[in-house]
């Protein structure tokens, strides 16, 4: 696939998820969508979902509620778009949704394979391509971020790293909508800072691209650790998302 096919592939599958056209990622203006979970969204989308701002670069698109319209069409009309997923413009917003029962809650940061420059990486130990019979046992604290316990049904490819038939790093695919795998990373502490993580998600993802799939990856913006890993494996950042549920669902998270 080339650049231009996997992010078209991305922003319909965004698209399908907060309930707006393809092309609204690609306008110069905000735009503002009623919001619904269709049935094509990725697994992972949860109602409920009072407000989901997204940004491929270009704007802001806002699928939202009815309820909380106005108060997201001022805010990304207030700020230039990409200072809506900051603070202090967060501040703003923040303030005016918690008297609501409100909150801000998930940011991440999305990453696409760069085709021109995407390469496998050598890490100094045998990989082995693994499916999910090979997935029955390891679903433990070592490998919660390649594998998910929640959504085994999900975890459909991977790629472990061994070293004396030991298995040091596993880079985990999960199938969260149709035409894209996402791609989660463990490495053992002490094989870290060796290359064993940009070698595995580099080799996963040529393994999701032969099979006609997109890869991507997620990260939080502070976690430099994990965006070193992403760039390193021939990634580049594609789209960031920020998402306001209510506050009790944000409370309980962090219980």
Known sequence: MTNKEILHIAMRQSALDINCNEADFLCDYPVIVKSRLGSQARKYYKEPITCNLVSYGNNIVASVTDEYRELIKEYVNKFTFYHCFETPNLNWLSERLLPRGQKVCFMAEYYLPDADHFQ?????????????????????PEWSNALCEDRKELDVLGVGAYEGGKLVGMAGASADCDTMWQIGIDVLPEYR???VGAALTGKLAKEILER???PFYCSAWSNIRSVRNAVKSGFIPAWVETTVKPAAVVDEMNK
């Open 212 to 214: 006609e799939k997109v």
């Open 120 to 140: 496998v990486l050598p890490c100094g130990c045998e990989t082995r391509v693994l499916g999910p019979a090979d997935f029955e046992e390891l679903y433990r």
């Open 193 to 195: 800072r060796r290359g």
